[in-house]
């Protein structure tokens, strides 16, 4: 493991559990409509170092320590943080725009900037297999990526339960234009798979320029 890799867990599960046990501080670095409108920019990055409980904080770290590697193997350790922050940054101002009428929204979890490692992973690595824990077989890392971004379109346009689908979504599409900004030859080399990584993307703003989403 990389020390900034090191570093992004720590802090992220030092701030975390100060969260679980310090209610006032949660409630000030949250990711809150309301209070970011009002000009708490800051929650559009702090909410990303706190987690609802141990098992939402071990399941994001858990995802970032199996892909984070791949990234970083690529380009460097400073090019992985380019993508986590700015998929991070991608995902919160999506999540902003689609909520923007819902002040008493309110959101946390570093979920968006690793779904931006994970879609520059399988881009950057888009042979590998992707193993889940219900599910006993291989699944191509491409296939997850698409039906996890169409299960975001779903879970937006439903709005019933307490997933950051928008934040996912959003954070995805960092991971995808940050890496394909550092690797254009991707897009000539892989041109199927960047293709099909674009139509949930592509699905997703036609929805909401047609008003449907």
Do not use: C, W
Request: proline content about 5%.
């Amino acid at each position: 493991m990389t020390p900034i890799l090191i570093v992004v867990i720590a802090v992220t599960a030092l701030v975390s559990f100060k969260g679980f046990n310090d209610p006032s501080f949660f409630s000030k670095y949250e990711f809150h409509i309301g209070r970011i409108q009002s000009g708490e920019k800051y929650r559009m990055i702090s909410s990303a170092f706190l987690h609802a409980d141990i098992g939402h904080l071990f399941f994001n770290m858990f995802t970032l320590y199996m892909f984070a590697p791949i990234v970083v193997a690529y380009y460097s350790s400073f090019y992985f943080m380019v993508i986590y922050v700015g998929s991070l940054i991608v995902g919160n101002v999506l999540t902003l725009s689609f909520y923007k009428n819902n002040p008493h929204y309110r959101a946390i979890g570093a979920s968006g900037a690793v779904m931006g490692v994970l879609y520059s992973s399988i881009l950057l690595n888009p042979g590998m297999n992707l193993y889940m824990f219900f599910i006993p077989i291989p699944i191509p890392a491409y296939v997850f990526g698409i039906g996890y971004l169409l299960y975001s379109i779903y879970g937006m346009k439903k709005n019933s339960d307490n997933i950051g689908h928008a934040a996912h979504f959003g954070g995805a599409i960092g991971g995808f234009v940050l890496t394909l900004t550092k690797s254009p030859e991707i897009v000539m080399t892989q041109p199927v798979l960047v293709g099909l990584l674009l139509i949930p993307i592509v699905a997703l703003f036609v929805l909401i320029k047609t008003n449907k989403l």
